[in-house]
């Protein structure tokens, strides 16, 4: 019988003797890379810390070079609180040679990538819901939560349950102006915020293999708002030049399903029908045409975060922005999802066109995402985002709305203070 | 071994839109709180907050939190079950549960339990067999069938979460 990608890459990272893994089975795997965040790591650093009476090692954790911790979400500190914090990690990586991630860097799912930790065939564990963005690479990657994560620094394992897989074919051309981020949150909007609980999805199709990376990041990135553990894209060329522009030198292995492989659904989307998305307060899978919420006032717009803070993102609102103002009354936020980007976008002057149009470019990082600093909305204001969540409260106040849109559709609704569709500023 | 046999009041959980499924863990606990208290006891006072600032009012020690599918979505953040544990719910019953929640709460320690919810009202007591997969609805004098526990989120029960296992074995007993 064939085998998913999930399948094969489980199979050679369990310590069987038996060469193959189907879906169903729970096994005990050796991840490639593990990894905390900010706002996740205090716990695991105090469950490893519980774990030092019982333990006779010196270290606490188990291979040093596969771990690592980010500090990105509440970056620079914006409270005593979370400065302690921070710098716990900061001993704590220190004293057991893990990899540090300071300020600055950016968002772990870009990080992470571009550092060269998360590689095809490999498996990836994290401290977060979205570390499932580096499956555009074609690896196994899953959020886990902080014992999970601690556990598997102590011990060098983890356990997983090998998930049945979904394959989703994108056919055709995205229209002028919509993007990755309109596809995946169409097809969230079609499976729900539970379609893919469990399980692994592989995505095929002339519509993904000609999107860029960064558009497949997005992809992969929001899988988990429909429940799933993996998302999944097989590398091709555009993969390899991508671990090459970034320096990546460590080996990999390109895995691929086999052509009988066992799906337990399959989808097809024709994206030629689809237009740009919104997802409107307060769920990811309330995604509509934007026609329905078109002249929706807005106050605040947010470029940026681990779905859609990338190069081309930026570079896509930049071309909308280019010679234009945004609306007086709305408040423009951009954080580059790494400090690589930010440079890139330095030297190209997409940085310059969107501060001239009125931009307030904060620190890479998670930005404004999870609520904590960077650009908290007040009560009863609407925020225009690239995020992947649109939660009651996820902004800092529950009393705030949150769409969730394209990096083209933020930039044009900043400019009229209102969602706006972008087709209209992509007319050449 | 300790006993999984769990017996309190069902308290149900609704969002704004009447609304008992996909209750996501920043409804559980904001974000807000989250990435600045550290102390587990202090974020349990913010449970459901942003949803149902009454919650906690209503809310007795050893209570079961009820809701419907897909519980716990969203966020890895461990402080969900955490301040569920901390706030003193015995167990969560709902339709479904997300992945990477459904992993966190027997690693800590918290029961979870899938199963028809439809019929549970506010108030209702409710008495748990975890390794039968039996709710009795003592209030309405009905019995609920639930998934069964793999075996291996009992043994987590048992031994009292994942740290303890691994304490106890040094590696995971599968």
């Known amino acids: ?428 | 071994m300790k006993t999984l046999i769990l017996h309190g009041k069902a308290r149900c959980i609704y969002k704004p839109d009447k609304s008992n499924d996909d209750i996501n863990t920043d409804y559980i606990i904001s974000g807000r709180y989250k990435f600045h208290i550290e102390n587990l006891q202090e974020l349990s006072k913010h449970l459901f907050e942003d949803i149902d600032p009454e919650f906690l009012k209503r809310f007795e020690k050893g209570d079961f939190v009820v809701a419907g599918r897909n519980f716990g979505c969203g966020s890895s953040r461990e402080q969900a079950p955490l301040v569920l544990k901390y706030a003193g719910v015995s167990a969560v019953i709902a339709m479904s549960f997300a992945r990477i929640f459904y992993r966190n709460s027997f690693n800590i320690g918290l029961p979870l339990v899938e199963c028809d919810t439809s019929g549970i009202e506010e108030g209702d007591v409710l008495k748990i067999s975890l390794t039968e997969g039996i709710i009795e609805n003592e209030t309405k004098k009905k019995v609920i069938h639930t998934r069964p526990l793999p075996k291996f989120m009992i043994n987590l029960l048992q031994d009292g979460g994942l740290v303890e296992h691994i304490k106890k074995y040094k590696m995971f007993k599968i």
């Open chain 1, 1 to 428: 019988m064939g085998k998913t990608i999930a399948e094969k890459i489980i199979s050679k990272h369990t310590q069987l003797k038996k060469s193959t893994v189907v879906a169903g089975d729970v096994v005990l795997v050796k991840p490639d890379f593990i990894f905390a965040q900010d706002g996740t790591a205090g716990l695991v650093i105090d469950t490893l810390l519980s774990l030092k009476s019982s333990s006779a090692r010196r270290k606490l954790i188990r291979e040093a070079s596969r771990c690592g911790f980010v500090i990105d979400h509440s970056s620079p500190s914006p409270q005593m609180s979370i400065s302690k914090i921070h710098n716990k990690i900061r001993n704590f990586a220190k004293e057991n040679d893990a990899h540090l991630f300071d300020i600055g860097n950016g968002v772990c799912h870009q990080v992470i990538p571009e550092g060269g930790f998360a590689l095809p065939g490999r498996v990836v564990i994290g401290a977060d819901s979205h570390t499932c963005t580096y499956g555009a690479l074609g690896c196994c990657a899953t959020g886990l939560g902080s014992t999970d994560v601690a556990i598997a620094m102590y011990t060098g394992y983890t356990w997983m349950k090998v998930p049945a897989t979904f394959k989703i074919v994108c056919k055709g051309k995205l229209e002028k102006g919509v993007y990755a981020k309109d596809l995946i949150l169409y097809i969230i909007g079609k499976l729900s915020a539970e379609g893919a609980n469990y399980k692994a999805v592989e995505f095929y199709g002339d519509a993904i293999s000609r999107l860029n990376m960064d558009g497949r990041f997005t992809i992969t990135n929001m899988v988990v708002e429909m429940g799933a553990k993996f998302g999944i894209i097989p590398p091709d060329k555009k993969t390899i030049a991508w671990l090459k522009e970034h320096n990546v030198s460590r080996k990999y292995e390109i895995v691929h399903a086999d052509k009988n492989a066992t799906y337990e659904r399959e989808y097809e989307f024709d994206v030629k029908k689809i237009g740009p998305q919104v997802a409107t307060p307060h769920k990811v899978d309330n995604a509509v045409p934007i026609e329905k919420v078109i002249g929706t006032p807005i106050s605040e717009a947010f470029l940026g975060t681990c779905t859609n803070g990338r190069y081309e993102d930026l570079y896509i609102a930049a071309t909308i922005l280019k010679n234009r103002r945004i609306h007086r009354d709305v408040k423009f936020i951009v954080a580059p999802a790494s400090r690589k980007i930010m440079l890139k976008a330095m030297k190209t002057g997409v940085l310059s066109t969107l501060i001239e149009s009125g931009a307030v470019v904060i620190s890479p990082g998670c930005g404004p995402c999870v609520g904590t600093h960077g650009g908290i909305p007040a009560d009863g204001e609407n925020v225009i985002s690239t995020a992947n969540r649109n939660f009651k409260g996820r902004m800092g106040n529950p009393e705030a709305n949150i769409y969730l849109a394209s990096p083209a559709t933020v930039a044009a609704s900043a400019i009229e203070g209102k969602i706006a569709d972008p087709r209209k500023y992509l007319t050449n």
